[in-house]
């Protein structure tokens, strides 16, 4: 099968594409052909090698942990899909990926492709929306009227949270850059911070939590958004707890994980009319390298597809 692959961790410039082996599937796989995969900045940090102390890859190693497309073969043990079934999933993480023709993946991480969704919506979904959902309604247990700060409200995490926290009924602040502020409200924002004219932990205040996708240095200040007894979840760096805990306020870390019931449930939303994908910008295989420069610069507007088929 044709694939976008690196042989070592380094710059964009390691990805060959070429043909590598058919994936080989067990008995509870599901052979997906990849119609379109996404971008998350965790392939270019995997990539780089960063996370190689954490998850030991065997080169050739194809990147890509988004994926729609149809079901092209089913293992022994596999009775729900069939061949021909248009669906979406967010692979394990620590097998192969997809930027490839075709990618093996835990039948219990696949679900069916909402209807109203083309193949490169659906790869826009799955690990921005897992991880907003996750945070949102299984760690905050965010309800209608609570008050979420979300940063980085532009990008592939943000632009999904905002539209699933306003469908819960919160009250939704944001932040993101000046090109971006009218298209992040019309998402659903009820208020949005322009953070290159202001730091939103100067100004914004009275949050019940906070949904931290930018971490760096102004993490440890965000805790000043916050009620008393408000929560701030990272996904970017684990907070400091005891700072939190002095402020007398909650912190967590997530790393997301995946499972096909929460899929189903952003499915739902889908279908429902309260989340649609944000695509920033769609490349071929061929174009992967160029689609990870994109995708790396930290400013794209929703996510960035690579079309397979
Ligand atoms: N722990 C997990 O399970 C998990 C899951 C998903 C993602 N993540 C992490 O979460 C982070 C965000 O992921 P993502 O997919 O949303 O990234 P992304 O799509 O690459 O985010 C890009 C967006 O960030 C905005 N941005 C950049 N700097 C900003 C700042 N200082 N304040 C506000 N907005 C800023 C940019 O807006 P402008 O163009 O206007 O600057 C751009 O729209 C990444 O570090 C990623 O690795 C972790």
Redesign the pocket.
Known sequence: MKAAYIENYGGSDQFKIGELPMPEIGAKDVLIEVHAASI???DW?IRQGYLKTMISYQMPLVLGWDVAGTVSAVGSEVSNFKVGDGVFSRPNIMRQGAYAEYVAVDADLVVAKPAKLSFEQAAALP??AH?AWEVMFEIMDLKANARIFV????????TVAIQLAKSHGAYVVT???S??LEWVKALGADEVID??AQN?NDTVRGMDFILD????E?QAQMYQMLKPGGMLVS??SQPNEAQAKAAGMRSA????QPNGERLKKIAQAVEAGQLMPVIDSVFSLEQTKQAHDH?ET??????VIIKVK
């Open positions: 998350n900045p965790v940090k690990l921005v991880t940063g980085a409200g532009s990008g592939g995490v943000g932040s993101t850059s090109k971006n953070y290159t939103p996708a930018v971490g760096g102004q996904i970017t870390y997530v790393f997301m995708a930290g400013h794209v507007k929703g996510k």
